[in-house]
């Protein structure tokens, strides 16, 4: 279930709007996936909509200290790639390193508590859908905390509101734009992305090789 703190503001349930938007690169919608999230969203007055984020969102020590760990681990893959070409036994001491920080990362993100379970999104570098159970005002601002799962890869941003609509369960369907969100948060999403993709592959390839195992068809000898 999405944790909100919600703000009095009027609804409006007419418009509609799809993504890509204008102006904004395709490929930041090209690839969407289906996933589950744990989201911290907060529908914003005009007067808190100048206020930094920290003083919005609830505060949390894990979360800091998860983006802590994404800079390092940012900062480390860019050294990594420099020692690569002059110290390779370096390089790889660093990245034994680098890989205790992401697992590390991933610890905590799993058992990390934002007050909310696991809600299905659709996401993309650009923005992302979500249900809600009352419709937003079109190009409303919305405070946005992400943990994505497994990867414990945390992001939170400003976005917009870019379509309101009636989804099922008497609920609405909400979708959002990120708004200046930084590119290393992007490659975040990226790298989400192109490994939710990767475990599917391997999820589905695994189905068929159940449903079609290498002597299936052999015929029976004698």
């Known amino acids: ?11 409006n349930r007419n418009g509609i709007c799809t993504m890509p938007l204008p102006n904004e690169p395709d490929r930041r919608h090209s690839f969407r996936i289906e ?21 919005i969102l609830q505060p949390s020590q894990e979360f800091e200290l998860l983006v802590e760990l994404q800079q390092l681990d940012q900062q480390l893959q860019q050294q990594l790639f420099k020692l690569s ?8 001491a660093l990245g034994l390193i680098n890989r205790k920080i992401e697992q590390l990362a991933l610890h905590l993100g799993r058992r990390s508590d934002t007050g909310s379970q ?23 601002r919305c405070a946005l905390r992400l943990l994505l799962l497994p990867g414990g890869y945390v992001l939170q941003s400003l976005a917009r509101v870019v379509y309101s609509h009636p989804d099922s369960d008497q609920s609405y369907r909400i979708g959002l734009s990120f708004i200046e969100l930084p590119d290393s948060q992007r490659d975040l999403i990226a790298r989400h992305i192109l490994a939710h993709q990767a475990q ?11 449903d079609n195992p290498p002597n299936a068809n052999r015929p029976d000898t004698p």
Do not use: W
Not at 1 to 11: A, E, F, G, K, V
Not at 36 to 41: G, T
Not at 127 to 133: D, E, F, P, T, V
């Open 1 to 11: 279930m999405i944790q909100s703190h919600r703000n009095p503001s009027p609804s």
């Open 35 to 55: 996933d589950r999230a744990r989201v911290e969203f907060v529908p914003l007055t005009p007067a808190q909509e100048a206020l930094p984020l920290d003083q």
């Open 85 to 92: 070409e002059t110290n390779s036994v370096l390089a790889s």
């Open 118 to 140: 696991p809600s299905p999104i659709t996401l993309s570098e650009g923005g992302l859908s979500l249900s809600y159970s009352e419709a937003l005002p079109l190009d409303s």
């Open 200 to 210: 599917l592959r391997r999820q589905l390839r695994q189905q068929l090789e159940l």
